[in-house]
T-cell receptor, first 115, second 116 residues
Framework: AQSVTQLDSHVSVSEGTPVLLRCNYS??????LFWYVQHPNKGLQLLLK??????LVKGINGFEAEFKKSETSFHLTKPSAHMSDAAEYFC?????????????FGTGTRLTIIP | GAGVSQSPRYKVAKRGQDVALRCDPI?????LFWYQQALGQGPEFLTY????????KSGLPSDRFFAERPEGSVSTLKIQRTQQEDSAVYLC??????????????FGPGTRLTVT
């Protein structure tokens, strides 16, 4: 079975400082991993995905994540936070079932940006 | 182009009422997924369709929940005899295999159901 653990339910950073959102995964085989962002009253949006290619994955809006198999981690980072980054972030693991992806979400990390 | 749309965006139901939630996927997307997101939690898988076939309904919490996609496009999630624990945001997503391994799911804005 696949699962993800988001280590922080809430993270606050000042505008212009680095962002780190932590995620650990559990998977019985090589996983596909994702980060999604959810802004209030908007749909979930894919930030980036890892599918066993390069371990450092670059996404939209300056975010990136590094897959570390030895640590079973897939932490999300951004060098400089912007006010528009305030949202809920979900780490997601998937497995292929009947030819389609079945996603398992973490419980989310709420990111607050301090002006 | 148009994304995934869901209606209604908000629904208040009295306990015991039946509700129907609609999802319009992206045109041409073969796969459609329903998720339930309780307050403060991540979305949880309910069911998925490939065209009109419901291939997996393992996440439906009880037999009061029923989903259909009769013509392989629009889908409806029906909840009978709603209970307070059904209060959640119901998310719909669609995807189209053929975009390579790891098919991105595109999510709608969700329907927030409140059972009073």
């Amino acid at each position: 079975a696949q699962s993800v653990t988001q280590l922080d339910s809430h993270v606050s950073v000042s505008e212009g400082t680095p962002v780190l959102l932590r995620c650990n995964y559990s998977s019985s085989y090589s996983p596909s991993l994702f980060w999604y962002v959810q802004h209030p009253n908007k749909g979930l949006q894919l930030l980036l995905k890892y599918t066993s290619a390069a371990t450092l994955v670059k996404g939209i809006n300056g975010f990136e994540a590094e897959f570390k198999k030895s640590e079973t981690s897939f932490h999300l980072t951004k060098p400089s936070a912007h006010m528009s980054d305030a949202a809920e972030y979900f780490c997601v693991v998937s497995h292929i079932d009947f030819g389609n992806e079945k996603l398992t979400f973490g419980t989310g990390t709420r990111l607050t940006i301090i002006p | 182009g148009a994304g995934v749309s869901q209606s209604p965006r908000y629904k208040v139901a009295k306990r015991g009422q039946d509700v129907a939630l609609r999802c319009d996927p992206i045109s041409g997307h073969v796969s459609l997924f329903w998720y339930q997101q309780a307050l403060g939690q991540g979305p949880e898988f309910l069911t998925y369709f490939q065209n009109e076939a419901q291939l997996d309904k393992s996440g439906l919490p009880s037999d009061r929940f029923f989903a259909e996609r009769p013509e392989g496009s629009v889908s409806t999630l029906k909840i009978q005899r709603t209970q307070q624990e059904d209060s959640a945001v119901y998310l719909c997503a669609s995807s189209s295999p053929g975009q390579g391994y790891s098919y991105e799911q595109y999510f709608g804005p969700g329907t927030r159901l409140t059972v009073t």
